[in-house]
Nanobody
Framework: QVQLTESGGGSVQVGGSLRLSCAASSATSGFPCMAWFRQVPGKEREGIALIDQTGSTDYRVFVRGRFTISQDNSKNSLYLQMNDLNPDDTAMYYC?????????????????WGQGTRITVSS
């Protein structure tokens, strides 16, 4: 069973930055698509950034230009660099891996999930 483990969450002030990491127990090169999602209590989980094995990325408009997704297959890790954080970014953040291609925003199409890491942005 594949395990994904997120780290790097925490509390930050408005305008601050954080870098999330997701360590996989198996080779990330084996996942055609990996992604970051987030969820606020009472709301549905939403995808925010995708990356495929070609290095092609996609972002939701509300994080584009502020967040950067990257992947290092030599370390079996996925990353999310988050800059210019605002209170609306407060959420639990999850990494996910899809075993088929292409990438989609639909979270039901991702087979493996981490346990999540919490981010709180305060003013």
């Amino acid at each position: 069973q594949v395990q994904l483990t997120e780290s790097g969450g925490g509390s930050v002030q408005v305008g601050g930055s954080l870098r999330l990491s997701c360590a996989a127990s198996s080779a990330t090169s084996g996942f055609p698509c990996m992604a970051w999602f987030r969820q606020v209590p009472g709301k549905e989980r939403e995808g925010i950034a995708l990356i495929d094995q070609t290095g092609s990325t996609d972002y939701r408009v509300f994080v584009r230009g502020r967040f950067t997704i990257s992947q290092d297959n030599s370390k079996n890790s996925l990353y999310l660099q988050m800059n210019d954080l605002n209170p609306d970014d407060t959420a639990m953040y999850y990494c996910a891996a899809r075993v088929n291609s292409p990438c989609y925003w639909n979270d039901r199409l991702y087979k493996y999930w981490g346990q999540g890491t919490r981010i709180t942005v305060s003013s």
